[in-house]
């Protein structure tokens, strides 16, 4: 079955530096991949996603780069602010029917 | 945007008993919703996938009989854990999947610990 490898498990940037974490995936059957923010006790929020028909999208600080041919997709998060400071877990599906592989997570840590 | 609501968001209960967390889709219709469990710094792990009207689908490992689930409306899936143990203490999320645009949202999480 499919399995979501992600990198780094913990991040600590500069505030106003750049983030980036990187997921890889084995099933190039999955075509949905999306990014949550998880907070201190709360639910996971998505935050961005892409689908496997586009290389790269942005929104605000926030990209998501594809390379489908070598399986992996990555989280770049510019401008980094002390709100950004969470949990980030990259995710990857194979059918419509949403049944998410999860990545381990990553802490990101914006230094003041 | 489409709200998820989780309740209770924290539950303290005697080991032995029997806990609900209830999980409402307010704004859409939500045929599937999925239940998760989370260990601290860990990531989500299934546990089973609820559709309205049938049987949810449970995960390998995760025992139906404990974790009894129930969707019995396209807005309100609920997750019992009987005679809960302290092993049992986990957040707990569920997430519904919008039935017309196919979208996921998850609800805040409910924290259940077992004394």
């Known amino acids: 079955g499919e399995n979501v490898e992600q990198h780094p498990s913990t991040l600590s940037v500069q505030e106003g530096d750049s983030a980036v974490i990187k997921c890889t995936y084995s099933?190039?059957?999955?075509?949905?991949f999306p990014w949550y923010k998880q907070e201190l006790g709360k639910g996971p929020q998505l935050i961005i996603d892409?689908?496997?028909n586009v290389g790269e999208k942005k929104d605000q600080r926030i990209a998501v780069t594809l390379n489908k041919t070598a399986k992996h997709f990555s989280l770049h998060i510019t401008e980094t602010q002390p709100e950004d400071s969470a949990v980030y877990f990259c995710?990857?599906?194979?059918?419509?029917?949403?049944?998410?592989?999860w990545g381990a997570g990553t802490k990101l840590i914006i230094k003041p | 945007g489409a709200v998820v609501s989780q309740h209770p968001s924290w539950v303290i209960c005697k080991s032995g008993t029997s806990v609900k967390i209830e999980c409402r889709s307010l704004?859409?219709?939500?045929?599937?919703m999925f239940w998760y469990r989370q260990f601290p710094k860990q990531s989500l792990m299934l546990m089973a996938t609820?559709?309205?009207?049938?049987?949810?689908?449970?995960e390998q490992g995760v025992e139906k009989d404990k974790f009894l689930i129930n969707h019995a409306s396209l807005t309100l899936s609920t997750l019992t854990v009987t005679s809960a143990h302290p092993e049992d203490s986990s957040f707990y999320i569920c997430?519904?999947?919008?039935?017309?645009?196919?979208?996921?949202?998850f609800g805040e999480g409910s924290r259940l610990t077992v004394l």
């Open positions: 609820s559709n309205e009207g049938s049987k949810a689908t449970y």
């Open positions: 704004d859409f219709q939500a045929t599937t």
């Open positions: 997430s519904a999947m919008d039935s017309i645009t196919g979208e996921l949202f």
């Open positions: 892409i689908r496997s």
């Open positions: 995710a990857a599906s194979m059918g419509s029917n949403y049944q998410l592989i």
């Open positions: 099933d190039s059957a999955s075509n949905y």
